[in-house]
């Protein structure tokens, strides 16, 4: 590997790397506003400048400058510090003096740097240009006036999210950071840019003015707004999460988020549960927690267990799913069910209902078939990560099921079953591709499982996957795309009817049962069945609504907990605030009905209940552990179940991409969102 | 230069007419297929053209028959000044030359002209007709001061000559192009006063001569001091 020089010291480095990495290697901090290490190299606000030898003498922009053998690279001479307070100055020109009032304020890269690297005053005197406001939609706030034409947000919605809206119009002193005629910006990556702006031009609209960021309780914890378990930072005062920021995670989210997991947050203060509710003479009557666990132990003691059902929710954490199997196993009841919308998995090994390439490692495809899937409503994340390896080159991508705008092109094959049961005999060129492909992977969504049809298309999808040999040595292209945060934890522990039970459509249906135990479901349709319904769960939402015992839980802000994503990651939430009112941890509610009922849950403590979790199912005891492509000998002839699956459309089970939970639904900001979105759809009908 | 909008008032809607439709699918064949949006300022240009300048709904349809992304579009737009994003006059568009020749002579005295008959910059005559506009250099400083007026140069102007231009056009006459003081091109207007000196064309002149005043060359150059 080439040597350069950095400040004297000599760095390795790799060919191809810029002087500003490879200063970075040596430790040297270059400041550096319009760069960034996801983004394309712009090269224009010029901060990262350095003096390098042999070259012109003159400082150099580092950022665009690639590094080479033998060079020296100097990051301390008088030269660039001079460089440097020039170009701070020259920033500092046009930028308004409002730090007092600008929401960047104590997290603004212009503040930091402009300390660091800037002269002590301005000299200069005339009158500072001001911009015009822009529109964005109700997520970006902007101030332009304190735009400094870096550009990362017009790079990252063309480059990353793929929906090139923003752009930089006009030109010299009079640019300006802009959408087309103010429209909001549609990509549901969008309030990412607000993270990219180093200064106060784009900032959060719905925290505009809230808090300063020393004031904030930062909790790392993990989302649940969809079933890839995004790395995110709590950001909270007092009792109310107040913003969501992404982590950096380069096997899961990289450094964004979608706009959900942003700002579902206000949601986590709307429409709570904070109290136990009895319901008497037909209404719910607020009640104490005694009161709420007689009614529910009366119940659940005159009932038989074969007439007692589950259904678990698609944002729990693994222990209160665990410890609800505990419970309602030890009374002696089979009909138990995580999986809301009947998706026809849980049978057979594992790796049949994981993402198997994990997100990082569907990078590596060379053909992706999408089946029953939009991943850009489902998981935008990796919907992005998609389109990195569409611009990586070399990819071809087929789409069975909604014909809809990914941000890459694709090759439709068809909308349905039909199109998969002749996929192996078609002679198509996308066909022909995945016949000779090195590392096919088939994305599997719950659009193709769920339904009627679930285990007929199960059964096609394996087929396909073995005359494609999507299962190979050292790769592994079976990609399960869950949409609920919960959904393979409760695989994972077996959380399926036990032998002789009834699935979550058996159980809703009229007479079918006398009890219903609702573990924050709120995504299935219990209007049929007169069971009596005991809800466990946060929000005042579809499950809350029809129940006749509601007991308080704990938010996934509010309580420790672990998430397996859909590629089999492990991945532990932490309590940022603490439940609201009289709600209660979810598991120590679980445990104390469970003393009621005279069955003791055999845990006192959050970690007992882990322990005993890990003994029973050990693969929750791998955390941050993805298995990708190492299980390669699993079997997929055995998935789903013989049958007809017809000629049905595959389509997205998530339609609305804002208002997927009941976190989602209570929040302002989604409303607002979704508003947008079907507005847009009814202009363009028309 | 100032802020470069788009039109308050826009028109409903644009089309291409088979002229201009024609023309832009030959710049457009010019490059690959993947590559359409290279064509996008000869059609901004084609569009304008056809339109006086360019508007809303053109940008749009400029967007869609290059398939690339709007505000590529309107970056282009907003960003070359020659791109007019306002109504031009339909029967003359005077672009006049504000530079330091032409001011030092007499735009200023132009611009008073343009002002008094046809009002302020930027914006069209009440009847539609007229609107002008201060530009910068336009290359024809021997010939100052100029206008640019629709699409060709009227030089070596006089208040009362740009007056009669105007009023020619008014009348539905097409005025001249060219010098205004009855010179081709840039030549002399009366007699010729320099380079008369017939040794400049009996090639004598292409002999090596010492420049005078040159820096002596330095003996041995310093080395750049560098702090380590």
């Not at chain 1, 595959?650 to 989602?664: Q, S």
Request: proline share 6%; hydrophobic share 40%.
């Amino acid at each position: 590997m080439p040597i350069a020089k950095v400040n004297g010291a000599e760095v390795e480095f790799e060919p191809g790397m810029t002087v500003l990495q490879v200063a970075e290697l040596a430790g040297e901090e270059i400041p550096r506003f319009c760069y960034h290490e996801r983004l394309s190299i712009a090269g224009n606000c010029r901060m990262c400048l350095v003096e390098v030898k042999p070259g012109p003498p003159k400082p150099q922009a580092s950022c665009a400058l690639p590094a080479a053998e033998g060079q020296e690279i100097f990051t301390k001479t008088p030269m660039v510090k001079k460089a440097r307070e020039g170009v701070m100055e020259f920033l500092l020109i046009n930028h308004p003096l409002d730090c007092p009032i600008c929401d960047q304020g104590g997290e603004c890269d212009l503040q930091d740097q402009a300390m660091g690297y800037g002269r002590d005053d301005s000299r200069y005197e005339e009158n500072k240009r001001a911009v015009e406001e822009k529109y964005m939609g109700p997520l970006i706030k902007t101030i332009m006036t304190r735009c400094i034409q870096c550009t990362r947000c017009v790079r990252f919605v063309t480059e990353v999210a793929g929906s090139p809206e923003i752009g930089l119009i006009s030109r010299g002193e009079d640019v300006e950071i802009t959408t087309y005629l103010n429209s909001a910006v549609t990509s549901e990556l969008s309030a990412n840019v607000i993270d990219l702006c180093p200064v106060g031009a784009l900032t959060s609209k719905p925290y505009a003015f809230e808090a300063r960021p020393w004031e904030l309780k930062k909790t790392e914890s993990i989302d649940v707004m969809d079933a890839l378990g995004s790395s995110i930072r709590v950001d909270s005062r007092g009792t109310a999460v107040l913003r969501v920021l992404p982590r950096t995670n380069d096997d899961v989210n990289e450094e964004w988020i979608s706009d959900k997991t942003r700002y579902a947050c206000d949601g986590l203060l709307r429409q709570r549960l904070d109290r136990p509710y009895v319901r008497t003479n037909g209404k719910l009557a607020p009640a104490t927690w005694a009161e709420a666990f007689a009614a529910v132990a009366a119940k659940l003691q005159a009932t038989a267990p074969e007439r007692v059902g589950v259904i678990a929710g698609d944002l729990q954490d693994a222990e209160s799913m665990k410890a609800t199997l505990d419970l309602f196993r030890a009374l002696g009841v089979k009909n138990t069910d995580s999986r809301q919308d009947g998706v026809a998995l849980g049978q057979g090994p594992r790796e049949s209902w994981l993402f198997n390439s994990t997100l990082a490692g569907i990078e590596d495809a060379d053909v992706v078939l999408i089946v029953g899937a939009n991943p850009r409503m489902e998981a935008p994340v990796l919907n992005q990560r998609l389109r990195k390896r569409w611009i990586a080159g070399k990819v071809r991508v087929g789409v069975i099921g909604e014909q809809g705008d990914l941000t890459y092109t694709y090759d439709y094959l068809g909308a349905g079953t039909k199109t998969l049961a002749g996929l192996a005999k078609s002679k198509s060129d996308f066909v022909t591709a995945l016949k000779n492909a090195e590392r096919p992977a088939i994305i599997v969504g719950q659009g193709a499982l769920t339904g009627g049809h679930g285990a007929a298309t199960l059964k096609a999808l394996a087929g396909v996957a073995k005359t494609f040999k999507v299962v190979r040595d050292g790769w592994n292209g079976w990609n399960v795309l869950h949409t609920a945060a919960a959904r393979v934890g409760g695989l994972d522990m077996g959380f399926i009817p036990d032998e002789g039970g009834l699935s979550t459509g058996e159980m809703l249906k009229p007479g079918a049962l006398d009890v219903l135990f609702l573990l924050g479901a709120d995504e299935c349709e219990t209007s049929a069945t007169d069971a009596f319904k005991i809800y466990l769960g946060t929000h005042g939402d579809a499950g809350a609504h029809k129940a006749d015992v509601i007991l308080p839980g704990a938010a996934y802000t509010e309580k420790d907990g672990l998430y397996v994503n859909t590629e089999g990651r492990v991945q532990m939430g932490r309590r940022a605030v603490f439940p609201k009112g009289e709600a209660r941890e979810d598991w120590s509610i679980l445990r104390a009905l469970s003393e009621r009922l005279g069955q003791k849950l055999p845990y006192d403590s959050l970690d007992q209940l882990r322990a005993k979790l890990f003994a029973d199912h050990p693969t929750f005891g791998q955390i941050d552990y993805a298995p990708g492509s190492v299980a390669t000998s699993f079997d997929l002839s055995g998935l789903g179940s013989d049958g007809d699956a017809g000629d049905v459309a595959l389509k997205t089970t998530l339609p609305n991409f804002h208002l997927t939970n009941p976190i989602a639904r209570a929040s302002v900001t989604m409303a607002e969102c979704a508003a947008l979105v079907s507005n847009a759809a009814k202009i363009a009908a028309e | 230069m100032s802020v470069r909008r788009l039109a308050k008032e826009q028109p409903a809607s644009f089309a291409f007419s088979a002229d201009t439709k024609a023309k832009a699918d030959w710049w457009i064949a010019k490059y690959p297929e993947v590559r359409r949006q290279s064509a996008v300022i000869p059609i901004l240009w084609l569009v304008q053209k056809q339109e006086g300048w360019v508007s809303e709904p053109a940008i749009r349809a400029i967007a869609e028959l290059l398939s690339m992304p709007v505000i590529r579009v309107l970056e282009v737009a907003t960003f070359y000044t020659m791109f007019q994003l306002e109504p031009v006059g339909k029967v003359a568009f005077v672009q006049l030359c504000g530079t330091t020749p032409c001011m030092l002579r007499g735009a200023n005295d132009l611009k008073q002209v343009l002002r008094d008959r046809i009002g302020e910059p930027h914006h069209c005559s009440a009847d539609g007709k007229f609107s002008w506009e201060e530009v910068e250099c336009l290359g024809a400083c021997s010939n100052a001061p100029m206008a640019a007026i629709n699409d060709y140069y009227y030089e070596d102007l006089t208040p009362e000559t740009l007056a009669t231009i105007l009023d020619d056009f008014a009348a539905g006459k097409k005025p001249k192009p060219g010098s205004y003081v009855g010179r081709g091109a840039s030549e002399p207007h009366d007699a010729i006063k320099t380079l008369t000196d017939p040794k400049l064309y009996d090639g004598s002149a292409a002999k090596k001569i010492k420049i005078p005043n040159l820096p002596e060359k330095p003996k041995k150059a310093p080395k750049a001091k560098t702090e380590a």
